[in-house]
């Protein structure tokens, strides 16, 4: 019989389970990716704020699944997918034809109408993002420390992150330690200390997604930390002079975006209905309707469970649903008319760090919080890394970290300027 062939757009957590199991599958299967590497998205902030390096959370897909001998890892962009001729263009021409696709492409972040806004407040979800901001926090206390103005020296010294979910939480915590512990020597003209982080919500507390107990208390945590609160707030316009946020007004040089995602308009071929932040709704086994053979997982895809909660785009979920599909299709190859088991999801909880020994977490019912939310963070952290050397690498560096304040991936990239937009100049 003559082998199908799968196509898997996408090598995030959603893909690359899928792919893990159709292992010994009867199908032929390509894995596509804009990137060669897998990227462990939870820790990028990490990366993003001189904690770990870039290869602690990234790993070459070709490493990943150079033994799986029914996988071809292609490097490439798809630009159209074409589902009635199933077959899908790549951005030099190519066209590959599938029986099987599955659509696990991941998210960028949204400005909300605002794509002007990018080029000072970047968001995170890539390597290049992480390197971008790292370059940005490193060279501004450079900067700092350069500027003979007192007056003109604190848009150095301050800090915005638009959004509080998890990775506002964990960047605001995590550069708060920075200026207190790593950088608290360093600087002959500056006190790193006496700089200041924003973190703004337009909900009405932290975390929103998390029991009111445990925003208190991350509110409380990181107020003790210095950083500065603002919810109920909503931002009205960032240029190279700060934020705006209605008559409130913050002169910054430094500010982070955490405050939306959104998806690629490569999705917009699929011709199929999709939510308000552009996501697929798909049906009951992933499929899209009346596609039962394209499948669409993780963050591209809008799923609503049976009790009416519309699960999230983070890892836990993108791993079960490749999971599921990876399962249903070896299912069907074997058994074609087998009916389809619908996807249902095992709520896990939800985790957040705030800095060393201090976390959140819900699950199974429960609140934990300080140090024990915190061990179970990294424990879960490091169980779901792939590769034992990132692993290994990753617990050194937190040791190390946490003993003696120390950051290893303190390296600028660049010269003095690069990581300032074009129209930027000292002023």
């Not at 088991?341 to 760090?353: E, M, P, Q, V, Y």
């Amino acid at each position: 019989m003559k082998r199908k062939k799968l196509i898997i757009i996408g090598g995030g957590f959603a893909g690359i389970n899928a792919c893990k199991a159709l292992k010994k599958a009867n199908l032929n299967i390509t894995l596509l990716d804009k990137k060669n590497h897998h990227l462990f998205q939870p820790l990028l902030y990490q990366a993003a704020t001189a904690t770990l390096s870039p290869r602690d959370i990234s790993v070459s897909l070709r490493e990943i699944f150079a033994k799986q001998k029914n996988t071809t890892v292609l490097m490439g962009e798809v630009i159209k997918i074409d589902k009635e001729k199933k077959e899908i263009t790549l951005e030099n021409g190519d066209i590959l034809e599938f029986d099987y696709l599955i659509v696990a492409i991941g998210a960028r972040h949204s400005y909300f109408g605002n794509e002007q806004w990018e080029q000072y407040a970047p968001g995170i979800k890539t390597l290049k993002d992480a390197l971008l901001i790292r370059n940005h926090i490193l060279t501004a206390f450079e900067r700092a420390e350069r500027e003979h103005f007192a007056s003109r020296r604190q848009r150095f010294l301050n800090f915005v992150i638009v959004g509080a979910g998890p990775t506002g939480v964990e960047f605001a915590g995590t550069i708060a330690e920075l200026l207190k512990t790593t950088f608290k020597r360093d600087f002959r003209h500056i006190d790193p200390r006496k700089a200041n982080i924003y973190l703004i919500e337009g909900a009405d507390r932290p975390l929103p997604p998390f029991p009111k107990k445990l925003s208190k208390y991350t509110k409380k945590t990181l107020e003790k930390m210095g950083v500065k609160i603002l919810t109920k707030t909503f931002v009205t316009e960032i240029n190279e002079f700060g934020v705006m946020m209605g008559e409130k007004f913050i002169e910054s040089n430094n500010i982070i975006w955490a405050a939306g995602n959104t998806v690629s308009n490569m999705l917009d071929s699929l011709d199929t209905k999709r939510d308000r932040a552009g996501r697929v709704v798909v049906c009951g086994d992933l499929s899209i309707p009346n596609s039962r053979d394209i499948f669409v997982l993780g963050d591209a895809a809008s799923f609503t469970t049976t009790k009416g909660q519309n699960l999230p785009g983070v890892a836990t979920v993108a791993i079960q649903q490749g999971r599921y599909v990876g399962k249903l299709i070896k299912q069907e190859i074997k058994r074609p008319k087998r009916k389809r088991k619908l996807f249902k999801f095992f709520d896990k909880g939800s985790l957040a760090t705030i800095g060393s020994g201090k976390a959140v977490a819900s699950a199974f019912g429960l609140n934990f919080k300080g140090l024990v939310a915190w061990f179970v963070w990294g424990f879960v952290h490091v169980a779901y890394l792939i590769g034992f050397r990132n692993r290994l690498s990753v617990m050194f560096e937190w040791a190390l970290h946490h003993l003696t304040g120390a950051r290893a991936a303190r390296i600028i990239h660049g010269s003095y300027g690069d990581d300032l937009p074009k129209n930027e100049t000292d002023k």
